[in-house]
């Protein structure tokens, strides 16, 4: 398989575990660019539901290496959690999991940070984040105090440790927040390093040692386009860039070596936490597509704000990204929709229309979206396993989102199993 990227094409949830895990059987190395514990990747196989956050979905495939990249945030506590869930599945990521030396670390004043900074901000201006401490780790590693990855194996790393906590404390105490105990974050950490330790490695060289080796390399996104910190709906974004470009910066291997870009979309639209979301639904039939669709949070739960498809936001993502090709999922959850309406521009209060996503979210509060309809198939999809034993209505929305946001389809989705997938050129 060529070398690949993969990003999510909306705001998150667009099932990129389920495709990573197809595109898998075909990779050899496969890299989480960016993002923490804020992610859920889920993945059914062989009837079992797994849902990765750190580790890059392709681990359920034996032999396959796996990488969490330079460019990730990383909980060592999540991790080791996510470690030990796999172990008693029957997946020992130990010799098949390298963790970048370069990997900021995610540390639990981060967490507090995030959730005390969400808290202190009025209700307009509340992210609705995960809770996750993303962009408190991100925020250190640009105002360059973060601890990384490789610093666990230094004989300072508690040093760095006890100071972190200590100017935590001082900010957390500022906003009203409890303080950390310091001692207990020593031992806690002390203990982390250790169970780390096996696998941290230099994995910009392993890499690329495998690039050139001619191994076909799967660079994983998480979260979408639309929650990238420079190309998203700021500030109601994740603090990373999901996008393309970020694959290069997140794992090391140049943007020279990869040679496609595969981008993952849903048949409608979805979106957790707070932020404009111009093709909402807060009707029955919003609500239908979360029940039928099952969009609850895989990370926290949180039931996702639900909405038809916005080919605004795909023909954007098609750009920022460069998608070549597309895996549509979640055709099926559309099977009882008797009309389905697209978003096909976003129509201002003057009579000026957008038809590529505005930088200022102003704008949007006076934008409506323009909609074309076209009918269901009233039809169940999910037993179709070839393209031309779908109904022709859904072939022809396919079709239309495709001919709306350019690019080619590679892989249509028919429900949330492996089986359920039709692979059309990828
Ligand atoms: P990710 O964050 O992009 O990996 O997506 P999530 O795992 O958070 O959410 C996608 C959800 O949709 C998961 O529950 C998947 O099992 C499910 N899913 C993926 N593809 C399909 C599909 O084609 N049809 C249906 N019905 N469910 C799907
Ligand atoms: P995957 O990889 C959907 C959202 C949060 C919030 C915003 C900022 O599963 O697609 P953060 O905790 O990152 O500071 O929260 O981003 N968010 C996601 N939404 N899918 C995700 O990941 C997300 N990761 C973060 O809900 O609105
Ligand atoms: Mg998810």
Known sequence: ??????????????????????????????????????????????????VLHLIPSGILHPGKQCVIGNGVVMDPFD?????????EQGFDPLGRLAISDRTHMVMRWHRALDAADEARRSQERKIGTTGRGIGPAYGAKMGRTGLRVGEMLSPRFLERVRSGVEEANVTLAGWGAPAL?????????????????????????????????GKSILLEG???????????????????????????????????????????????????????FPTELNDATGEHLRQ?????????????RCGWFDAVVGRYSAMVNGVDFWA?????????????????????????RYETFPADLSVLERCTPVYEEMPGWLTPTSACTRYEELPIKARAYVERLVSLIGGRLGILSVGPARETTMRLGL
């Open 1 to 50: 398989m060529p070398n690949t990227i993969l990003v999510g094409a909306q705001w998150g949830d667009e099932g990129k575990g389920k495709v990573i895990d197809v595109l898998t059987a075909q990779a050899d190395v496969i890299v989480r660019y960016q993002g923490g514990s804020n992610a859920g990747h889920t993945v059914i196989a062989e009837g079992k539901k797994y």
């Open 79 to 87: 991790l080791i959690k996510e470690i030990d869930g796999l172990r």
């Open 181 to 213: 105990d310091v001692q207990e974050m020593l031992s806690v950490y002390a203990q982390a390093a250790e169970t780390l330790k096996p696998y941290i490695a230099d994995t910009v060289a392993l890499v690329n040692a495998a690039d050139r080796a």
């Open 222 to 276: 998480a979260q979408g386009t639309m929650l990238d910190i420079d190309f998203g709906t700021y500030p109601f974004v994740t603090s990373s860039n999901p996008t393309a470009g970020g694959a290069c910066t997140g794992s090391g291997l140049s943007p020279r070596r990869v040679d496609r870009v595969v981008g993952v979309i849903k048949c409608y639209t979805t979106r957790v936490g707070a932020g404009p």
């Open 292 to 304: 039928k669709g099952g969009e609850f949070g895989a990370t926290t739960g949180r039931p996702r």
């Open 328 to 352: 549509m999922t979640k055709l099926d959850v559309l099977d009882e929709q008797p009309v389905i309406k697209i978003c096909t521009a976003y129509l201002r209060d003057d009579g000026v």
